[in-house]
């Protein structure tokens, strides 16, 4: 085998983790005669449930602040060690005070209460207060990672993060405790997937991978990054305390992941999916201000594009694909894009008019370096619109790729955002593409970085990210050099 460990840090990251692992958990036949189409063994160990009961649960680390856990969250090694250390530098009286327990999710006692609507779970949206809330897995403890709320501040800036990584390790003994054993439990640990909010787990997200590369630099990453809603092309210089911050910080965390991953899918805030909104709005009906719903939509581009690290019978790893990807050796960041869901039958118009750009934000009349589609439910009229617009493409094999998968089942945990019908599996396209359009964003953020520099206004800013001026002006010159690895053609691109 060839087992992934997946990691997931930050709120968005989640939820969208949850909606993942709910879809997993769909593929799950419990009759001898159905044979399911991942092979489940690559993602799930036997673990242990609330109850203490053997059980399926997923390879995963889930980190957040303690307090976006739910029902989920527990005193860890963390808790006890900051409690321990009051105890030890406090010699006054210590009242201490229990917080009562968070009821039940609203999903959670419609499960167990079975209530159907038309022979199934009711399909109305529940209340979701956490991400937990919705979860149809069991996580064995050795996943849940909450971070204590009282050790820091989680946004207080990108050194903050890793010095917060290092005195949680520190405390917890993760990398030799809790990760160590997820990769001992494999048998042919191939490496990880991971999921990360840059705004609040950036700087931890870099020193976790530091980490984890110190020890296994023969191991391959896959990154889904999701980005902060702060847009460099469109900030003022002056407005520096809104901007500078998050901006910088997520050109931090793109540098690190260009370096650090094999290969890395930044993904646009919802707040900056103004450009798709009109294609979206086809096909769904979602706010964009709930991350239960963003996340769904997002959750299922990532699974059915990384569906063939799982299929059952499938030769493909992380490897293969950055390889694939990053033929060029200088295209580590590429976009993930895709339709959610597809009208029935689907035409070569439909197949270009809904698709969206979730890492750009931008057409798909780009010109290509290489791409791996993967499409959900086509029947066979939709395939042949489908082929005859992939012949249309410059690209071919091997440079482009497509796999054809069953429809992607929409458990009842999913929220109720398809416009024309309350679905229990949709057809839909998901694709990988490193392209040169890629260096448009990360001009943006390269000219920004390079302003903050030259002008020193926001030097305030910096120093509460535990930046100086000299690691601000080689972050620039490094994003420069990752423009570059996209060709020279890159102000062309922005104005097709």
């Known amino acids: 085998m060839r087992e992934i460990i997946y990691i997931q840090a930050g709120s968005f990251a989640n939820y969208a983790g949850t909606h993942f692992w709910n879809t997993q958990e769909s593929y799950f036949t419990y009759d001898d005669n159905d044979e399911p189409i991942v092979n489940h063994d690559l993602s799930f160990d036997e673990g242990r449930s609330p109850q203490n009961q053997p059980t399926l649960c997923p390879r995963l680390l889930a980190f957040d602040q303690k307090s976006n856990f739910g029902t989920l969250a527990k005193a860890s090694q963390a808790d006890t060690a900051t409690d321990a250390s009051l105890d030890t530098t406090w010699r006054g009286r210590v009242?201490?005070?229990?917080?009562?327990?968070i009821p039940q999710s609203e999903y959670h006692t419609r499960l167990e209460g079975e209530i159907e609507e038309q022979g199934g779970l009711e399909r109305t949206d529940p209340i979701i207060r956490y991400w937990s809330d919705y979860s149809r897995v069991f996580l064995d403890p050795k996943s849940i990672q909450p971070i204590p709320d009282a050790l820091?501040?989680?946004?207080?800036?990108?050194s903050v993060g890793q010095d917060l990584f290092r005195r949680y390790n520190e405390d917890t003994e993760l990398m030799e405790g809790a990760f160590r054993l997820l990769v001992e439990n494999c048998d042919n640990f191939q490496g990880l997937q991971m999921m990360h909010d840059t705004s609040t787990f950036g700087g931890f997200s870099h020193a976790f991978l530091t980490s984890f590369r110190d020890e296994f630099l023969k191991a391959s990453t896959l990154n889904f990054?999701?980005?902060s809603g702060a847009d460099p092309n469109h900030a003022g210089i002056d407005n520096v305390s809104e901007c500078t911050f998050t901006i910088v910080n997520d050109a931090l965390c793109l540098q690190s992941l260009h370096q650090l991953s094999d290969i890395t899918f930044p993904i646009l805030n919802p707040s900056r999916w103004s450009t798709l909104e009109s294609n979206l709005s086809q096909v769904?009906?979602?706010d964009k201000n709930s991350l239960y719903h963003t996340s769904a939509v997002i959750?299922?581009?990532v699974e059915t594009a990384t569906l063939p690290l799982r299929l059952k019978g499938s030769r493909e790893d992380i490897a293969m694909i950055a390889?694939?990807?990053?033929?060029?050796?200088?295209?580590r960041l590429g976009?993930?894009?895709g339709i959610v869901s597809l009208p029935f039958p689907a035409t070569e118009a439909a197949f270009t008019d809904l698709y969206c750009n979730f890492s750009t934000g931008l057409s798909n009349k780009h010109s290509v370096f290489a791409k791996r589609n993967v499409t959900r439910g086509l029947q066979d009229q939709d395939l042949v619109a489908f082929d005859a617009l992939c012949d249309l493409s410059s690209l071919q094999e091997p440079l482009m790729s497509s796999i054809h998968a069953p429809a992607y089942p929409v458990p009842t945990s999913f929220p109720s955002i398809f416009r024309y019908t309350k679905a229990t599996s949709t057809r839909m396209t998901s694709s990988l593409v490193t392209t040169p359009s890629t260096s448009i964003p990360l001009t943006g953020y390269a000219r920004f970085v390079e302003q903050t520099v030259r002008t020193r206004r926001s030097d305030g800013v910096l120093m509460s990210m535990g930046l100086e001026s000299d690691d601000v002006k080689e972050l620039a010159v490094a994003l420069w050099e990752i423009v570059d690895g996209y060709g020279n053609d890159r102000m062309n691109e922005g104005n097709d």
């Open 95 to 101: 009242v201490r005070e229990t917080q009562d327990p």
């Open 225 to 227: 990054s999701f980005l």
């Open 284 to 286: 769904l009906a979602y």
């Open 152 to 158: 820091e501040n989680i946004e207080a800036g990108w």
């Open 335 to 337: 976009q993930l894009g």
């Open 299 to 301: 959750s299922s581009l």
């Open 323 to 331: 390889d694939h990807l990053n033929w060029r050796k200088c295209s």
